[in-house]
């Protein structure tokens, strides 16, 4: 099969390491696989590094007829049978540029479980051949918006099964983690919809009951300001460390005694699903789709969303006890083995585009 992608970020998310996987994987299988993104963005960068024929182009916007232009250069190019496109800005310029090549099968695919907002919105995911939702809360949302139920696939994310990387713990130390505490780890966005907010509202509360606890924030966004002066409001500067950006997380996470996050709304959730991969036990809201993974009392704890005490709750009974925590995070390994893998996803992707015909 001969699949094109097209990814718009410029950043480097949960989203753009799905497609990259997603593109890796076919390409392994034998498909011929061409990635479209954004010019001198993360995605462009690790792709190249990867080996993969990566194509730069100036995508930005819904309406960028630059954009679009490049798109039925490549089209024509490239003659795919499949333009698979990742984000709602390469939506918008992946349908202008296919009136160029009506015979390729267009899929968008959906991470967000926020509604569609606008006509423009709705128009562009309705147009589609079909629409790939990474969870079964996406999948209802775009039903109860309008786009015909019987174009929605669910494939959920997944995560590469590899073994952790050493010298967690001492990475913890130098980001000034003193020897033996119990570590609340977290790897988010710092945006609304992560809402660190509740989560640091909950770590002064799990202060009180487990003085020695720590919170390692992994991520990098708009609201870290704000947030870093909450953190100094609730007394929280000698506990909970705003880590940036971090790309050794295969050694970072394995090391966290338990995984939060704390979202109020969330497709899915990729560094969960890390998270279950290296037997983390987690404590999450019950927003989107996290249900779908974490299943309350097994692989983890659930709390509803912007619930302070009750997540702090929940943190603090996970890391009391650490032979259920560890049970927790072993029940939660099984579950990525069944259902979370980059294998599974990339085989289930390849399904999905027969099955839409």
Same mark, same amino acid.
């Given at each position: ?200 509202? %909950?770590? +002064?509360? !799990? ?5 020695? =606890? #720590?919170?390692?924030?992994? $991520? *990098?966004?708009?609201? &870290? ?86 997540? %702090?709750? +929940?943190? !603090? ?5 650490? =032979? #259920?925590?560890?049970?927790? $995070? *072993?029940?939660?390994? &099984? ?23």
């Amino acid at each position: 099969m001969n699949v094109l992608h097209v990814d718009s970020a410029a950043d480097w998310r949960g989203g753009q390491n799905q497609v990259l996987l997603t593109a890796k994987g076919m390409a392994a299988r034998g498909h011929r696989v061409t990635l479209a993104c954004r010019s001198g963005g993360a995605l462009e960068a690790r792709a190249r590094e990867q080996g993969l024929d990566v194509q730069g182009l100036p995508l930005r916007g819904d309406l960028s007829l630059r954009a679009s232009g490049g798109l039925v250069r490549l089209l024509r190019h490239t003659r795919p049978d499949v333009l698979q496109l990742h984000d709602p800005h390469a939506l918008a310029a992946g349908l202008l540029a296919a009136r160029a090549a009506p015979s390729v099968r267009i899929l968008a695919t959906r991470r967000v479980d926020f509604p569609l907002r606008g006509g423009l919105s709705r128009w562009k995911y309705r147009a589609c051949r079909g629409v790939i939702a990474v969870s079964r809360k996406i999948a209802d949302v775009l039903g109860q918006d309008g786009v015909p139920r019987e174009r929605i696939r669910v494939v959920y994310e997944g995560v590469p099964d590899r073994p952790a990387l050493p010298g967690g713990r001492e990475a913890l130390l130098e980001l000034g983690v003193p020897e033996g505490c119990p570590v609340v780890g977290n790897v988010a966005a710092l945006t609304d919809h992560k809402d660190h907010a509740t989560l640091i509202e %909950a770590a +002064a509360r !799990v202060r009180q009951r487990l003085p020695d =606890a #720590r919170f390692v924030c992994v $991520g *990098e966004g708009e609201l &870290r300001p704000r947030l870093e002066a909450l953190c100094r409001e609730r007394g929280l500067l000698d506990r909970w460390i705003f880590a940036g950006f971090r790309r050794d997380l295969d050694r970072l996470i394995p090391a966290f005694s338990v995984f939060c996050l704390s979202s109020h709304m969330e497709g899915l959730g990729t560094s969960l699903l890390d998270a279950m991969a290296f037997g983390r036990p987690v404590v999450a809201t019950a927003a989107g789709g996290i249900p779908e993974a974490v299943d309350d009392g097994v692989t983890g704890r659930l709390v509803p969303v912007r619930d302070a005490a009750a997540l %702090a709750g +929940a943190l !603090v009974e996970t890391l009391a006890d650490p =032979a #259920r925590a560890r049970a927790m $995070g *072993e029940a939660g390994r &099984r579950r990525f083995e069944e259902r979370f893998t980059a294998d599974r996803m990339v085989d289930e992707t390849l399904s999905a585009y027969d099955g839409l015909g």
